[in-house]
């Protein structure tokens, strides 16, 4: 079985295991974006201090990961109120985009999304500042904190993995997806704080940011195939069959267009057809055959004297 059945077979884990894929292949541009804040991290402790080393890095990833969080559950409210018809499929198709262009971004085959991170910076330019008085971090409250704040810094890749939760429509579910995203972003970022020079060297292999990206893009692919799968599905299942009859309202028919010809009266039952409330004036009984009507079997008891 392959990735893309068994995670539609396990639809709760499903979205959260994607975000996670997303983060973690996704690692190398998250130390574009936070290795440089996490070396001066690194490096404001001394080498003998490694256990209050590892409590800073890992407080302000904390505050990373939580506003990631943050942010997930209030894009999932506003979708949740606007999701609609067919918004849950418009989503994951704008989800299932940002991963292709991001893909094509982490290749330097496309920069596209460097214009939807020129958008970001609006409201990064206002809390870019609360960032910065915090610096330097001495404790784990202010690493924290800063974490917090960092985590609305511009990102093409936040935003990819937010139009992923926004499609889950739901407040909570949205949260789960970028908290799970967050949590796919960790391994690469804390090794850009505990191994800055080494991942340095790494990143100039262009042979892995290509396998990175060839991989976040066929993620896009796979996202995209989803809805279209599952809306030829739900053409495949719209036919007669399932429709009721029995709640239909036959009263607005034409009857007199009806061919009663065609017919077949042998199967009707008769016995329960109430002949008092029936109108014989229009009844052509010139064409009835009475030779063939078993009028020995008729009561005539009832018949006025």
């Avoid at 499903?14 to 490096?43: D, Q």
């Avoid at 198709?93 to 609006?122: C, D, F, H, P």
């Avoid at 290509?210 to 299942?237: E, N, R």
Wanted: charged letters at 10%; a negative charge; proline letters at 3%.
């Amino acid at each position: 079985m392959d990735a893309s059945v068994w995670l539609e077979s396990v639809p709760f884990l499903a979205p959260y295991a994607s975000a996670f894929m997303i983060g973690l292949l996704g690692g190398m541009h998250c130390i574009g974006m936070c290795g440089g804040i996490m070396g001066a991290l690194s490096f404001s402790v001394p080498p003998e201090q490694s256990a209050r080393r590892w409590r800073i890095l890992m407080s302000y990833n904390l505050g990373r990961v939580a506003s990631y969080g943050l942010i997930g559950l209030v894009a999932g409210a506003l979708s949740y109120q606007f999701s609609g018809g067919h918004g849950l499929s418009v989503l994951r198709v704008v989800a299932g985009l940002l991963l292709i262009a991001m893909g094509l971004y982490l290749a330097n085959w496309w920069r596209g999304l460097t214009y939807l991170e020129k958008i970001g910076s609006l409201l990064w330019v206002r809390i870019q500042p609360l960032g910065k008085a915090l610096m330097p971090v001495k404790n784990s409250g202010q690493a924290l904190l800063l974490g917090g704040i960092w985590g609305w810094l511009p990102c093409g890749l936040v935003y990819t993995a937010l139009a992923y939760a926004t499609a889950q429509a739901h407040p909570v579910g949205a949260m789960g997806v970028m908290l799970a995203f967050g949590l796919g972003t960790l391994p690469m970022v804390l090794a850009s704080g505990v191994f800055a020079e080494r991942i340095k060297d790494l990143l100039q292999l262009n042979s892995l940011r290509t396998l990175m990206a060839l991989m976040i893009i066929a993620f896009g692919v796979w996202t995209l195939w989803v809805p279209y799968q599952h809306s030829k599905m739900d053409h495949s299942h719209m036919g007669h069959g399932a429709m009721d009859h029995g709640a239909m309202d036959h009263s607005q028919m034409d009857h007199s267009k009806m061919n009663h010809e065609s017919m077949d009266h042998s199967e009707m039952d008769h016995s329960k057809m109430n002949h008092e409330s029936m109108d014989y004036s229009e009844m052509d009984h010139s064409k009835m055959n009475h030779e063939s009507m078993g009028h020995s079997e008729m009561d005539h008891s009832q018949h006025n004297q």
